[in-house]
């Protein structure tokens, strides 16, 4: 996709970084909880967390390895992330990185394991990512997990999901869907061993003015909600109160995949 997509994607974010950064919901979770127990990263792991955002994942994991390599597109989110981890003050082996993830600025074998979390739908061309995270994974041991929302199967709920995201966000690309996921991982010469789906409930107010919305786009994404047919509301168990969307839940979806190592 064309440079300027890039471009947006950083100047989106730079604007929007602080919202990241202080969005409980990103802090913890089941999904982080099951990453954890897949991954069984030791004291001589080197993970790479990409696209980290508000680093969240990153200080998740960080007091199980031996260090994490935080890498972001947005400077100004790597940014605050560090003043983030910093004021936390529980973890000092996490490093930054600006680096863009279809073309990871890191050595072929440099880490043992990769997380990346919440971000692919902002990808360009996530097989060339997929690619880039196998090449910097290290033979025989390199293993990933990969969190991000769920695209649903049904073809009307997946027009809707993928039109009030970039009503919200216009640097959302695409979500996908379990088995799109699994054919993408799978070419990039991963061994899928376990996929998990959890349900996210979104605080609509919290969610919609996190992506820098202003009242009136606020107001637009809330009555296309609204005027959603009622298979949209059950899917996503939106709730409302006197014509105001409150909250919704999607499901994001887990992979967890090994490097298969090239003949």
């Not at 604007?15 to 030791?42: C, M, S, V, W």
């Not at 060339?128 to 025989?140: D, I, M, P």
């Amino acid at each position: 996709m064309a440079k300027d997509f890039k471009t947006r994607v950083r100047e989106q974010f730079s604007r929007t970084a602080d919202g990241y950064i202080h969005d409980k919901g990103f802090a913890g979770g089941a999904d982080l909880e099951e990453a954890l127990n897949l991954l069984q990263p030791g004291s001589d792991d080197t993970l790479l967390d990409v696209a980290c955002g508000g680093g969240h994942t990153a200080m998740f994991f960080a007091p199980h390895v031996r260090s994490v390599v935080a890498s972001d597109l947005t400077m100004q989110m790597l940014k605050k992330a560090q003043e983030f981890l910093s004021e936390e003050g529980r973890v000092d082996n996490v490093t930054f990185r600006e680096a863009d993830a279809e073309d990871l600025p890191f050595p072929a074998g440099s880490f043992t394991a990769l997380t990346c979390r919440i971000a692919p739908h902002h990808f360009a061309d996530v097989p060339r990512a997929l690619n880039e995270f196998h090449r910097v994974l290290r033979r025989h041991v390199g293993r990933m997990v990969i969190i991000d929302t769920l695209l649903p199967d049904d073809p009307e709920i997946a027009e809707f999901y993928q039109t009030m995201e970039q009503m919200r966000d216009p640097t959302h690309v695409r979500a996908y869907t379990e088995p799109e996921w699994v054919r993408m991982v799978s070419g990039a010469l991963f061994d899928v061993k376990h996929t998990a789906i959890f349900p996210k409930t979104h605080d609509f107010p919290e969610w919609s003015r996190r992506s820098g919305l202003d009242a009136a786009g606020v107001k637009r994404l809330n009555q296309f909600f609204i005027d959603a047919p009622d298979k949209i509301h059950d899917y996503f168990q939106i709730e409302t109160f006197a014509g105001e969307v409150e909250a919704y839940t999607d499901r994001k979806l887990l992979i967890y995949a090994t490097r298969i190592d090239k003949k």
